[in-house]
C-alpha cells in the first residue's frame, strides 16, 4: 500500500506570494490533518479534514486555508507569505480520524522556504 | 490547555546504554499518549502508543507507560543502536472526534558507535 505523499518536496517563494501543497493520503482514507513544523515552536497542528469538512482547526491566521477533495486529496494554501512561514509542513492521513483507535500515518513533508 | 512537556536535548549515549526520554502532558479529558519518531530527511512514524491508564505501548525495543497518576509516558529503551538516532516527539490527544494531535518539542537523540 502506498504511503502518504506530498507534492512539491521542497519549495521557494518570495514574500507576498502565495504558495498551494498538495497530500495524497493512503488510499481508504477519509482523515487528512496538516501540522507545520519549524525550531522555534515544533510541531502545531494546523487543520484537519474529513470526508471534505473541516473539523478542527488550529490558531493560525486566516491566511492559512485548505481544503479537501472527494478522493481525500487535500490541499493547504497559505498566501501573502512571510518569511515567518519559512517551515516543513507535515500532512498525515488516517481511516476514520480518531486517535485512540487509529493511527496516523505521516508523509515526508513539504519543505517551504520564503526569502 | 492541554500541553506536552519533554526534556530537551540533545540527548547522547553510547550504543548499548540505556535510554530514558521524560514526558509529561497536561489534559483536560483522558487522552490517548503517544511517542513518534523522526529519522532525518524524513516525515513523522508513530513509535507506540497507549489509551488508557497504566497501557504499556511497545515497539522495536522501546516502551513507554501511560501513568495517570503521575501524568507520565516517559520513553525507554534497554540498549539503545546507532540507528535509534532521530527525534522524539511525546504527543496526546484528547478528542474523539477529531484527529488533532498536540506534540512536545521533540527531543534529538545521538547515539555514539
Known amino acids: 500500500k502506498a504511503g502518504v505523499t506530498q507534492t512539491p518536496r521542497y519549495l521557494i517563494k518570495t514574500r507576498g506570494q502565495q504558495v498551494t501543497l498538495s497530500c495524497s493520503p493512503i488510499?481508504?482514507?477519509?482523515?487528512v490533518s496538516w501540522y507545520q513544523q519549524t525550531p522555534g515552536q515544533g510541531l502545531q497542528f494546523l487543520f484537519e479534514?474529513?470526508?471534505?469538512?473541516?473539523?478542527n482547526k488550529g490558531n493560525f491566521p486566516g491566511r492559512f486555508s485548505g481544503r479537501q477533495f472527494s478522493n481525500s486529496r487535500s490541499e493547504m494554501n497559505v498566501s501573502t507569505l512571510e518569511l515567518g512561514d519559512s517551515a516543513l509542513y507535515l500532512c498525515?492521513?488516517?481511516?476514520?480520524?480518531?486517535?485512540?483507535?487509529?493511527?496516523?500515518?505521516f508523509g515526508p513533508g513539504t519543505r517551504l522556504t520564503v526569502l | 490547555g492541554d500541553s506536552v512537556t519533554q526534556m530537551e536535548g540533545p540527548v547522547t549515549l553510547s550504543e548499548e546504554a540505556f535510554l530514558t526520554i521524560n514526558c509529561t502532558y497536561t489534559?483536560?479529558?483522558?487522552?490517548?499518549l503517544f511517542w513518534y519518531v523522526q529519522y532525518p530527511g524524513e516525515g513523522l512514524q508513530l513509535l507506540l502508543k497507549?489509551?488508557?491508564?497504566?497501557d504499556k505501548g511497545s515497539n522495536k525495543g522501546f516502551e513507554a507507560t501511560y501513568r495517570k497518576e503521575t501524568t507520565s509516558f516517559h520513553l525507554e529503551k534497554g540498549s539503545v543502536q546507532v540507528s535509534d538516532s532521530a527525534v522524539y516527539f511525546c504527543?496526546?490527544?484528547?478528542?474523539?472526534?477529531?484527529?488533532?494531535?498536540?506534540f512536545g518539542k521533540g527531543t534529538r537523540l545521538h547515539i555514539l558507535p
Open positions: 498525515a492521513s488516517s481511516p476514520t480520524g480518531t486517535p485512540g483507535t487509529d493511527t496516523q500515518y
Open positions: 488510499s481508504g482514507h477519509r482523515s
Open positions: 479534514y474529513f470526508s471534505e469538512t473541516q473539523r
Open positions: 489534559a483536560t479529558g483522558y487522552p490517548s
Open positions: 497507549a489509551t488508557k491508564a497504566d
Open positions: 504527543a496526546l490527544s484528547v478528542t474523539n472526534f477529531d484527529d488533532k494531535i498536540i
